[in-house]
């Protein structure tokens, strides 16, 4: 949630919401547990320390005119210990008395880190796009390479993504030629795309995904190919169309997380 108002945080405690408020009389919108847009009042009597811890008031209660009993404290950081809240997780900006003062949201959780893998053909003659299988996910980048591999290869826990090595992916009847990153330097969440041969590109053949599978459009920070595709184009638009950079590539300059398509060949 975000609120403007002078020294102002929501939080949870208590398991109750609560809003705390350092002003003479503030009234602000808030989110209810229901996501409702509730109305809040609260006063600081002078001579009363700066910071005080009230409940939300429902928006029955405010349309009655109902006000809040506040709990006072000296600090902030005591204000929001009291509802059983963390400090660090708040960034208060500095304000001078009286000004309005913008509280920054507290930091979501980080997004999960998946391995998926999917299996795509060679491009067939006068064809734009491969056949593709369905992308399958895992929770190990070890379990997704033993999948993508035909369980040739079982990587040790300790290898990270970005440790990869021709290799350490060959000999297998399954080639991964390519994996993407979501993050710079070959960190993050991977997608493995293999072929079902021991040739990749080394035969000459080519391979094209005119669209990203679900998560992955405009998500790549960067790219290493294998199976002897040495150049793994990622184009900025669909059906390979705007800018584009050659990949393997650690970072993606102007093209980072740009990525709606890909080719691959020698």
Known sequence: MRGKLLRAVVGEGMGKRKILVAAAILMLAGATAGGVAAAVRAQNEPGNPPYAVGRALTE????????????????FEEALQSIGADPEDFDVNAADEGEVNQIADPPSDPEPTKHCIV???PLKPGEKASEMSEATCFDSFSDAIYAATGGAV???????????????LAPASQTVISIDYRDP??????????????????????YANPTMPSGWNE????????????????????????ALIFCTCPTMGVMNNQTSSEKWHR
């Open 119 to 121: 299996q795509i053909e």
């Open 154 to 168: 079982r990587l040790a826990a300790t290898i990270q993504p970005g440790d990869v090595t021709q290799q350490m």
């Open 60 to 75: 029955e209660e405010a349309a009655a005119g109902v006000t809040v009993q506040a709990q006072y404290f000296d600090s």
């Open 185 to 206: 330097n070959y960190q993050g969440s991977t997608f493995v795309w293999y072929v079902n041969n021991s040739y990749g590109c080394n035969t000459g053949w080519s």
């Open 219 to 242: 998500v790549v920070s960067s790219a290493h190919s294998y199976g002897g595709c040495n150049n793994n184009p990622h184009y900025e638009h669909t059906y390979y169309g705007g």
